[in-house]
């Protein structure tokens, strides 16, 4: 049977690797190798890929969050005199020219290209509205869809690729990420003592309950739970769980997680000591095996002005992993007239929700609604959702409200609480920073036409009138008999408005004629023209850049690589692999034993020298540094073949030149180990030779 997997399966692929990067829920190294040798052609074997495992020397982390990765799509400039493909719904568009950017980095579609004619006028119109969509001089249509932020622009734009992100619409994101404001779009009136609760499924850091003996080291105030997931600046709640606080620990209080690693964790008392690796100090570990920390959830100030209405939200701690989210107001709730608090169930107003008029009103019947309630007032059911906001009061027993079209309403008890109207988008830490690009997202329609085909002109038509059948609404079509029929054939179709919720449509055109006309109209994309860029113009492929100097030694200078990669979830170093010890996470790290050797022997060191330890392994010698800080020599290196073990009594012979007996004084591992983790994209250079005044910036193209 006959099989499809859309193109937009690749853009899809991409998308996985795009959001594990941007929520850090895994760890992604870009690694340099290779710095002895000319590397072998790539191939897609355990042999190649464990050659490449070998000769790493250093990883330095792809950080989470935007900065270091962006979706790319091909680039497509616009240029006088050329004839660009136009969207339609029954075209696969994949590698067409439908798209443009121009000379000031702004992106269109082409909705309408004249019949196949030249593009002559370049397009300006930057209106995000889904109506601004009229044709230029030379009866091309476009669709406003993106402007390249100036960063991106510097850091990832190429002769090939044009940098994209996709913009949160305020419920969905793209990616899984942490909340940074809450856009307010309707201030609402009436609220005391409001408060924010944000509806969605961020579901990380999640608490840990541990054992306060085991788990808690005094030497360095750590605190041991495998697999935490707490980021650094995480506010988190320490509970003693039945049991005793240990030295520097207060039950029941709010702490600032420093991460260590993903098996470790400190705690500070603000988020500034943690930023600053201020720490507690816990001298005495306590008693109890049921300590718990935990988070305190996404957590806002809410401001308000003399009518109650809402001012400003500002967001002061949130869970990350979010990829939709709701902003939702509450207040404290009102008492009805016959509230005792020593009667359970008085707080609740007597009467249920019983009826739906229609999509945004529904009517409550109860008692003595005039005396107890009052416009503006906001219902709630006994699960603590808002039912709705109290539009008009018409009697004692009747009501009318504003509610959420998507709640189901039915025989619903309620209290209620005195503010109402507040409506707010929520929006996602990296992608709001362009209001341009926001804007054309926050307009889309989802399931709008814009474009209809006149398939067959038809004949003998004087007055023309079009029928929409299909399962969305509001779309109108028209013809002007004056100016869009000649000689009795339709020569043009209006589309004012373009309609909405739209999957499938077709046309049906009545009026007298000898022929029937016969268009077709063409749908958007799935949420819209410009809802969802990256997916809308096939990015699958990813950019990422990072930048190597040499102000950390891992990042070694005095040798050259090869080799470009990157490689996923490496762990840290273990010499017989036979324990797992966890995941590396820390920024940068190097592959090589650092060794301490005597000033003496310093300069029988240098880049490549083969070196064979008196255990039996060989070595290749990559880097060595003056330790200013330390007054120390130091030497980096990698292991190739033969007995790993290495230790301070270990002594040396460079086999390159023939020095015997070279001894070392302290032997630092790896700090990752080279072998773990999985390779997913490898490039062969040419070498890149390191020195201290150099920084690279390193652009790896991930296709898919």
């Not at 036979?578 to 090589?592: E, H, N, P, Q």
Request: proline letters at 4%; one cysteine or more; glycine letters at 8%.
């Amino acid at each position: 049977m006959a099989t499809l997997i859309p193109a937009v399966t690749r853009h899809e692929i991409a998308r996985s690797i795009y959001r594990d990067i941007i929520s850090g829920r895994d760890n992604f190294y870009v690694f340099a190798g290779k710095s002895f040798g000319d590397p072998d052609s790539p191939a897609d074997t355990r042999n190649f890929l464990a050659d490449v495992h070998k000769n790493i020397l250093l990883a330095k982390k792809i950080v989470s969050g935007p900065n270091d990765i962006v979706y790319m799509i091909r680039r497509i400039d616009w240029t006088a005199g050329t004839v660009y493909v136009e969207y339609e719904d029954d075209v696969d568009l994949d590698g067409e020219d439908f798209y443009v950017m121009t000379d000031e980095y702004k992106i269109y579609k082409c909705l309408n290209n004249n019949n196949g004619a030249p593009s002559t006028v370049k397009p300006t119109n930057t209106d995000p509205a889904p109506t601004a969509t009229l044709a230029l001089g030379d009866n091309y249509i476009w669709k406003f869809m993106y402007q390249v932020p100036v960063l991106d622009r510097i850091k990832f734009l190429n002769s090939d690729y044009i940098p994209v992100r996709n913009v949160s619409d305020g419920v969905n994101f793209d990616v899984n990420g942490v909340i940074d404001s809450v856009r307010i779009e309707a201030a609402g009136s009436g609220y005391i003592t409001p408060y924010l609760v944000i509806q969605g499924d961020g579901s990380e850091p999640k608490f840990i309950t541990f054992n306060a003996a085991t788990a808690i080291n005094t030497a360095d105030s750590y605190i041991n739970f495998v697999g935490h997931t707490f980021e650094t600046g995480d506010q988190v709640l320490y509970n003693t769980g039945g049991g005793t606080s240990p030295t520097g620990l207060t039950n029941n209080t709010v702490y600032y997680a420093i991460k260590i690693n993903a098996n470790t964790l400190r705690l500070a008392t603000s988020l500034f000591n943690a930023e600053s690796g201020t720490y507690v100090t816990i001298t005495a570990v306590g008693s109890g095996t049921s300590h718990k920390l935990s988070s305190t959830g996404t957590i806002a100030t809410v401001s308000t002005n003399g009518s109650g209405g809402i001012t400003n939200i500002n967001i002061t701690n949130s869970m990350r992993g979010y990829t939709h989210a709701r902003a939702i107001m509450y207040d404290s709730h009102t008492n009805p007239a016959d509230y005792n608090p020593s009667v359970e169930g008085s707080e609740f107003y007597s009467g249920t929700v019983t009826a739906i008029y229609n999509d945004l009103t529904v009517t409550g019947i109860g008692t003595a609604f005039t005396d107890e309630l009052n416009v503006g007032w906001t219902l709630v059911d006994l699960d603590n959702n808002i039912i709705g906001v109290i539009q008009s009061i018409t009697s004692d027993t009747e009501l009318e409200l504003v509610t959420y079209p998507e709640k189901n309403i039915t025989n619903q008890a309620y209290t209620a609480f005195a503010g109402g109207g507040f409506r707010g988008t929520v929006l996602l830490e990296p992608e709001t920073a362009n209001p341009i690009n926001q804007e054309v997202v926050n307009q889309t329609i989802h399931g709008a036409i814009y474009k209809v085909d006149i398939d067959n002109p038809g004949a003998g038509y004087s007055a023309p009138t079009i029928t929409a059948i299909g399962d969305g609404e509001g779309a109108v079509f028209t013809v002007d008999p004056v100016t869009q029929v000649s000689g009795g054939t339709i020569t043009g179709v209006n589309i004012d408005p373009p309609g909405q919720n739209y999957n499938h449509i077709r046309l049906v055109v009545s009026g007298i004629n000898t022929t029937q006309a016969v268009l077709t109209a063409h749908v958007g994309p799935q949420g819209g023209h410009g809802s969802n860029i990256a997916k809308e113009l096939y990015a699958r492929t990813l950019c990422i850049n990072s930048i190597l100097d040499t102000s950390n030694p891992d990042l070694f200078e005095g040798n050259d690589y090869r080799q470009v990669g990157i490689v996923k979830n490496p762990k840290l170093y273990n010499k017989t692999q036979d324990t797992d010890i966890g995941y590396f996470t820390s920024a940068t790290g190097t592959a090589a034993f650092v060794i301490t050797v005597p000033e003496s022997e310093y300069t029988e060191y240098n880049a490549d020298n083969e070196i064979e330890t008196s255990s039996g392994g060989i070595y290749k010698v990559v880097s060595k540094i003056f330790e200013e800080a330390t007054n120390k020599y130091k030497v980096y290196l990698l292991y190739l073949e033969g007995n790993e073990t290495f230790t301070s009594s270990t002594t040396m012979t460079n086999n390159t030149t023939s020095a015997i007996n070279l001894t070392c004084t302290e032997v630092a591992p790896p700090e990752f180990d080279k072998n773990t983790g999985t390779i997913i994209y490898v490039n062969n250079i040419s070498p890149v030779t390191r020195n201290y005044e150099q920084t690279e910036s390193v652009k790896l193209f991930l296709n898919f």
